[in-house]
């Protein structure tokens, strides 16, 4: 018995993954699924790119908007209870499942390629660790684990986060098993030219700024996020938070951001290198000969 389809949309941060995602639904009557760790926090618009209403066009999508930053730790998990359920909602209604965001981790737990650990958060143990460094949580993730720190993303401070927190209740971060997919996967990655990444990565950082990402962050901490808190959401929030509090000027913000995200774009095209199930696409995307290809 064939499996049921499912597309996800893989690439590096302000690759277009987005607006793909939507042409896809339109023209193969599916629904999107965001992948994305930030995105589902309410009031973190801006510095997630969360797409808009507009740019939906009418696409109905899942999994944003669904916890809150001030109360709620949504675990991998939580999205992979989710994703199963919202897979399964679309499927039931004749639709095409179509995953798209950037975090890559979620996606290799959802398709069975690695486990979440069964490790609920651990507020008081989340509170002091979020105000340490991603050097320091480096340091004390390898005091617990040497094994999950030698491959962890250190430069990522949710995930060393999570990992501690793992290792201290376990003893160690559970090492990586598969699992059977339910779904007959097909991964679409946008391989762009790095130069126009660059062009775009820098093109997307000074339109969210100029939107009102240094507002969004300061009404975020006002209604209850607390510094550490923001800074764990890493990125935009991270050094939007550190030039808020006066500890780096606008001008060395944007500068030390733009490389941040320009590294993070990094780490995610080596990610996605290593899996030899992506069928690669060129930027700019001619979605047509996508949809042609499909319909084979």
Known sequence: MSKPQVIAIVGPTASG??????????????????VDSRQVYRGMDIGTGKITATEMRDVRHHLLDIADPVT????????????QAAIGD?????????LCGGTLFYLDILRGKKRAAPVPP????????????????????????????????????????????????????????TTPSSYDWLILGIDIDSDALRQRISERLDERLATGLLEEV??????????????????????SAEHLQGHVSYDDMR???????????????????????????TFPIKV?????????
């Not at 660790?129 to 005091?143: I, K, N, W």
């Not at 401070?157 to 990992?163: D, I």
């Not at 047509?288 to 084979?296: N, R, T, W």
């Open 122 to 177: 651990d507020p008081v143990l989340r509170a002091e660790l979020e105000v340490l460094d991603t050097a320091t949580l480096a340091e004390r993730l390898r005091e617990l684990d040497p094994r999950r720190a030698g491959t962890i993303d250190a430069h990522n401070p949710r995930r060393l986060v999570r990992a501690i927190e793992i290792a201290t209740a376990l003893g160690e971060v559970p090492p990586v098993t």
């Open 218 to 239: 300061q009404r975020l901490h006002d209604t209850g996020v607390s510094w550490g808190r923001l800074r764990s959401f890493g990125l935009e929030y991270r050094y």
């Open 255 to 281: 500068r030390q951001l733009f490389h941040a995200i320009c590294q993070y774009a990094k780490r995610q095209r080596t990610w996605l290198r290593r899996d030899h199930d992506i069928r690669w696409v």
């Open 72 to 83: 709620d730790t949504y675990t991998a998990t939580d999205f992979e209870r989710d994703a």
């Open 288 to 296: 047509s000969a996508i949809v042609k290809k499909l319909s084979k």
């Open 17 to 34: 993954k987005s607006a793909l995602a939507v042409e896809l639904a339109q023209r193969l009557n599916g629904e999107v699924i965001s």
């Open 90 to 98: 679309i499927l039931t209604r004749g639709k095409t499942p179509i």
